[in-house]
């Protein structure tokens, strides 16, 4: 039974466009969520993070939505660069057990 | 950089066979994490551990896994009479478990298993 969905297992923008990466869960529980960022051959690296009480938070290029009413997170990520392309798992926590989803794979084109 | 450390970072086994995957966490880090991700899935979560307290084993897949920690550091992973769905990378992340927005994972580079 999959807690954190990520629906869409790929997306392409252009270089200096808005990426938008989606993310649904389930558990209202869950008290904070998280982004990684994924290369191959290579484990998850955090990127942002954002806690239950809070429905933005920005880094940079960064930025994450969390709508609770419709258990909903999203990572905009502007302007994209190709360094960006990675695969992108969004995960979630409560009483530090983590869900991660499947990944978005993202390709920014040049 | 003390990153965590995962090694083997390849292993090829046959069916049947006994594998011991290790992680090395981030100094200080009391919190370390055993996940898979099998192919074209998510990373699923294996199982816990916090300090001294006993791990939170509830993702372990069957009771041919298991894991210890000792000395709150270095952590063994063991998977026995290995089968070939157990075919997956195995990551292992660490953090300082601190309340709040801190409380990020720093992930290994993960373990390549492959049962034939």
């Known amino acids: 039974d999959q807690q954190v969905k990520q629906n869409s297992p790929s997306l392409s923008v252009q270089e200096g466009r808005i990426s938008i990466l989606n993310c649904d869960y389930t558990?209202?529980?869950?008290?904070?969520f998280l982004w990684y960022k994924k290369y191959p051959a290579e484990g998850p690296t955090f990127l942002i993070s954002?806690?239950?009480?809070?429905d933005k938070n920005e880094d940079g290029r960064f930025t994450v939505f969390l709508n609770k009413s419709a258990k909903h997170l999203s990572l905009h990520i502007v302007p994209s660069q190709p360094g960006d392309s990675a695969v992108y798992f969004c995960a979630a926590s409560a009483s530090n057990q983590f869900y991660f989803g499947t990944g978005t794979s993202l390709t920014v084109i040049p | 950089g003390a990153g965590v450390s995962q090694s083997p970072s390849n292993k090829v086994t046959e069916k049947g066979k006994d594998v011991e995957l290790r992680c090395d966490p981030i100094?200080?880090?009391?919190?370390l994490y055993w996940y898979r991700q099998s192919l074209g899935q998510g990373l699923e979560f294996l199982i816990y551990f916090q300090g001294n307290s006993a791990p939170d084993k509830s993702g372990l897949p069957s009771d041919r896994f298991s894991a210890e920690r000792t000395g709150g550091s270095v952590s063994t992973l063991t998977i026995q009479r290995t089968q070939q769905e157990d075919s997956a990378v195995y990551l292992c992340a660490s953090s300082l478990a601190l309340a709040g927005e801190s409380n990020e994972q720093f992930f290994g580079p993960g373990t390549r298993l492959t049962v034939l």
């Open positions: 558990n209202s529980m869950f008290d904070y």
């Open positions: 100094s200080g880090h009391t919190a």
């Open positions: 954002i806690s239950s009480i809070k």
